[in-house]
């Protein structure tokens, strides 16, 4: 079975600087997705950037980056210019793409809480 | 706008009463689920369904059950049994449908229950 840790329960930053979440994982699957979801105090699940694990160029979505490191299983979340709405639990997740058994299912990690100090 | 409506956000029963959370989605999307999150424990899946008629067992399926009679609805009920039922429940659904599971989650925005 697949499993994704993070190992850093909560991590804070300073208004306009930059951050790097952790997350590793575990599987023996070579084709899968790896997603950030960021969720804020309104609790609403909000997809963040996503990666397709035989993309070897890391996904961007403006100030948000990622370090996939396949062999590693590694998948870091950075964020550039950190703002005060960036304050949430964050969420690293894992998903097979195969088909077949329990492959439909999102695996989440416990989360990080990420504090932005003004 | 398209989207994923939970009702209600806050529910409140007494400990040996059935409770059901609704979950309706306008995004024409085929595949739903039922997560749970409580503190420190990230998201655990409860149930989902890939289509209507149709739904299987999550991680932590005990003390709950689920309906799929139309595609856009997916209740989840909390029966009796469930042994710790307080928790935040978030429905979501994908596009994913047949043999092809590259759609990301959209969620609602969650029902908090509260059993005293």
């Known amino acids: 079975a697949q499993t994704v840790t993070q190992s850093q329960p909560e991590m804070s930053v300073q208004e306009a600087e930059t951050v790097t979440l952790s997350c590793t994982y575990d599987?023996?699957?070579?084709?899968?997705?790896l997603f950030w979801y960021k969720q804020p105090p309104s609790r609403q699940m909000i997809l963040v950037i996503r990666?397709?694990?035989?993309?070897?160029q890391n996904a961007t979505e403006n100030r948000f980056s990622v370090n996939f490191q396949k062999a590693a299983k590694s998948f870091s979340l950075k964020i550039s210019d950190s703002q005060l709405g960036d304050a949430a639990m964050y969420f690293c997740?894992?998903?097979?793409?195969?088909?077949?058994?329990?492959?439909?299912?999102?695996?989440f990690g416990k989360g990080t809480l990420l504090t932005v100090n003004p | 706008d398209g989207g994923i409506t939970q009702s209600p956000k806050y529910l409140f029963r007494k400990e040996g009463q059935n409770v059901t959370l609704s979950c309706e989605q306008n995004?024409?999307?085929?595949?739903m689920y039922w997560y749970r999150q409580d503190p420190g424990q990230g998201l655990r899946l409860i149930y989902y369904?890939?289509?209507?008629?149709?739904?299987q067992k999550g991680d932590i399926a005990e003390g709950y059950s689920v309906s799929r009679e139309k595609k856009e609805s997916f209740p989840l009920t909390v029966t009796s049994a469930q042994k710790n039922p307080t928790a935040f429940y978030l429905c979501?659904?994908?596009?994913?449908?047949?043999?092809?599971?590259?759609?990301?989650?959209?969620f609602g925005n969650g029902t908090r229950l509260t059993v005293t």
């Open positions: 997740a894992y998903r097979s793409r195969e088909s077949g058994g329990s492959n439909y299912k999102l695996t």
């Open positions: 990666q397709e694990a035989y993309k070897q």
């Open positions: 599987t023996s699957e070579s084709d899968y997705y």
């Open positions: 369904s890939q289509i209507v008629n149709d739904f």
């Open positions: 995004l024409n999307h085929d595949a």
């Open positions: 979501a659904s994908s596009r994913d449908s047949g043999n092809s599971y590259n759609s990301p989650l959209h």
